[in-house]
T-cell receptor, first 118, second 112 residues
Framework: DAGVIQSPRHEVTEMGQEVTLRCKPISGHDYLFWYRQTMMRGLELLIYFNNNVPIDDSGMPEDRFSAKMPNASFSTLKIQPSEPRDSAVYFC????????????????FGEGSWLTVV | QKEVEQNSGPLSVPEGAIASLNCTYSDRGSQSFFWYRQYSGKSPELIMFIYSNGDKEDGRFTAQLNKASQYVSLLIRDSQPSDSATYLCAVNTGGRDDKIIFGKGTRLHILP
């Protein structure tokens, strides 16, 4: 089975440019999460969706960041305009079901999108 | 602000010894606790999951949970060089919340 698929894997862009990161969750998964990882701040939850609806976007750093999930198989994270401090690895993850009490409901991560803003 | 705290390390352990990794969390309502392993340049992968007080063993790994002390630990027995990685502690944020938050991770280095 295909895992969580992210694109692009690597992106280098100039400050001020728009960046769009893409994610295809595992088929049948109800939840989709966007995380950002840096050395300083670790792995931070930015936003998560349940059945394509944004549930909690309290981790989105500022208005320059936006995320959408138009259907069950696709999500985007957009940064406009990008800044050097946005340089990080952005992970998309998905899981199925409700409740955390079963190992089958674990989060599965994509391989990440490595973003460098110069 | 709900938090998960870990010692960043690096923690250096001789091959064959026991590695002990620790984590504390702030949300008393948290119900599920996870340990992820992350190799350099890779994504996190789940290695242990626990939700009851006490110990849970899986092969060379043992997770320990003490909800009264808000403390989670991971023991790795017979440490191997392939265990060298960053270990991330994660917890759900309690109640009916469906998200999990992560600590910054502990870097583990197994000395051959």
């Amino acid at each position: 089975d295909a895992g969580v698929i992210q694109s692009p894997r690597h992106e280098v862009t100039e400050m001020g440019q728009e960046v769009t990161l893409r994610c295809k969750p595992i088929s049948g998964h109800d939840y989709l999460f966007w995380y950002r990882q840096t050395m300083m701040r670790g792995l931070e939850l930015l936003i998560y969706f349940n059945n394509n609806v944004p549930i909690d976007d309290s981790g989105m750093p500022e208005d320059r960041f936006s995320a959408k999930m138009p259907n069950a198989s696709f999500s985007t994270l957009k940064i406009q305009p990008s800044e050097p401090r946005d340089s990080a690895v952005y992970f998309c993850a998905s899981r199925s079901g409700t409740g955390w009490f079963y190992a089958g409901n674990t989060i599965y991560f994509g391989e990440g999108s490595w973003l460098t803003v110069v | 602000q709900k938090e998960v705290e870990q010692n960043s390390g690096p923690l250096s352990v001789p091959e064959g010894a026991i590695a002990s990794l620790n984590c504390t969390y702030s949300d008393r309502g948290s119900q599920s606790f996870f340990w992820y392993r992350q190799y350099s340049g890779k994504s996190p992968e789940l290695i242990m999951f626990i939700y009851s007080n006490g110990d849970k063993e899986d092969g060379r790994f043992t997770a320990q949970l003490n909800k009264a002390s808000q403390y989670v630990s991971l023991l790795i027995r017979d440490s191997q060089p392939s265990d060298s990685a960053t270990y991330l502690c994660a917890v759900n944020t309690g109640g009916r919340d469906d998200k999990i938050i992560f600590g910054k991770g502990t870097r583990l280095h197994i000395l051959p």
